[in-house]
């Protein structure tokens, strides 16, 4: 019951969304989380700036800040904790009045932090200090167009080029699709946090009116068996939104959301991905049950529900760690920051010899 939730902040508890100013934008901001910005393709500002946007039109007492405050809940991505890529020096620390949250996205934990927010439940095996919490969806998304109806032919993957696997990048996986008379559409966007002028909008994204279905199946440079542990559900929860069919790869963000086969298709090859496809288009009746329940799963996953899912995260769990923190000693502060990263560092290990054993 988030309606239960005692939504009192007091001064000091305003929500600092920190963009460390090597990250700070070059261009101009969104006014509304629903615009089409390319900048909402770029991790640090879909976790910082969406958030900030939402958190605000609800109500919650939040900023967007470019220098550290001094005191309060300070929640930034992971690559504005310390650099990943020497970009930058110097590193967030958390001190008697300043609590650090670490939305870790795809990266690997900042494990300085008090807490870290995941977007994939399997990363909340490193112990309780880690959040779930889903990715928003694609902002300004414009949904597949009724007047397709029973039309069948336009394949889409949207995402970044680098991440799609190898064998729906070849000549030849076009060839299989224009041989069934489908037309493979690749949307990608370029987009430069320090270039104000890949700032200019446009719905590359966003724009699902004349797609009949969607495939994804990411490169795999460890193999199948990686499952990609720490990428979000995003793909799966825009093809919900969009009313559109999806055929993803083996991943466990997607699976944990998986309750029948009408969320998605399941492939882990070219050859699967032909495989769905020529199921689908076979058969309309399929296309339409998936449509319709689609409908039903989108009302979990849009905006409106992850920003409920996000107040209740605040309220619930961040604010009262963070009044905690602030009142506790010296030495018990000490000893929590310690015994979590020994904590995430025992369980990286022991996890790293099962797999060992396991092969």
């Known amino acids: 019951g988030n309606e239960m939730l005692d939504r009192k902040q007091s001064t000091d508890e305003t929500i600092h969304f920190y963009i460390h100013p090597e990250f700070w934008p070059r261009g101009e901001l969104p006014l509304s ?31 967007l800040a470019p220098e550290l405050p001094e005191r309060g809940v300070v929640v930034a991505h992971r690559e504005c904790l310390s650099a990943i890529d020497g970009k930058y020096s110097g590193r967030v620390t958390a001190t008697k009045g300043r609590f650090v949250v670490d939305m870790c996205a795809d990266l690997r934990p900042y494990t300085r932090a008090n807490l870290h927010i995941v977007q994939n439940p399997h990363m909340t095996r490193f112990g309780p200090t880690f959040l779930y919490m889903r990715h928003w969806p694609q902002p300004g998304l414009l949904p597949r167009s009724a007047a397709r109806g029973e039309t069948f032919r336009t394949v889409a993957y949207f995402g970044n080029e680098k991440n799609l696997a190898d064998d729906l990048r070849s ?52 193999g199948v068996e990686s499952m990609h542990g720490q990428k979000p559900a995003s793909k799966l929860y825009n093809a919900w939104i969009a009313g559109v069919p999806a ?56 905006a409106g529900a992850t920003l409920e899912a996000w107040v209740a995260l605040l309220f619930g769990r961040v604010l009262p760690a963070y009044r905690a923190w602030t009142h506790a000693g010296t030495l018990a502060r000490h000893w929590a920051l310690s015994r979590q990263q020994v904590g995430y560092q025992t369980t990286r290990v022991r996890q790293a010899v099962e797999r060992r054993l396991g092969r």
């Open 33 to 63: 989380p629903d615009s089409h910005w390319p900048g909402f393709g770029f991790g640090v500002y879909t976790w910082t700036i969406q958030t900030f946007l939402r958190l605000r039109e609800a109500g919650i007492a939040c900023r």
């Open 171 to 222: 000549p030849q996986w076009e060839r299989e699709l224009d041989r069934r008379g489908l037309a493979w559409i690749s949307r990608y966007q370029p987009f430069d946090y320090a270039d104000p002028a890949t700032y200019a909008p446009a719905s590359v994204w966003s724009d699902y009116r004349g797609i009949d279905a969607v495939v994804a199946l990411r490169r795999s440079p460890h």
């Open 247 to 302: 055929i993803l790869g083996r991943e466990s963000a997607y699976r944990v959301e998986r309750r029948s086969e009408l969320d998605y298709l399941e492939a882990n090859s070219g050859d699967e991905v032909l495989a769905c496809l020529d199921r689908l288009r076979a058969s309309p009746e399929l296309r339409h049950a998936m449509a319709e329940n689609a409908h039903g799963r989108a009302a979990e996953v849009c």
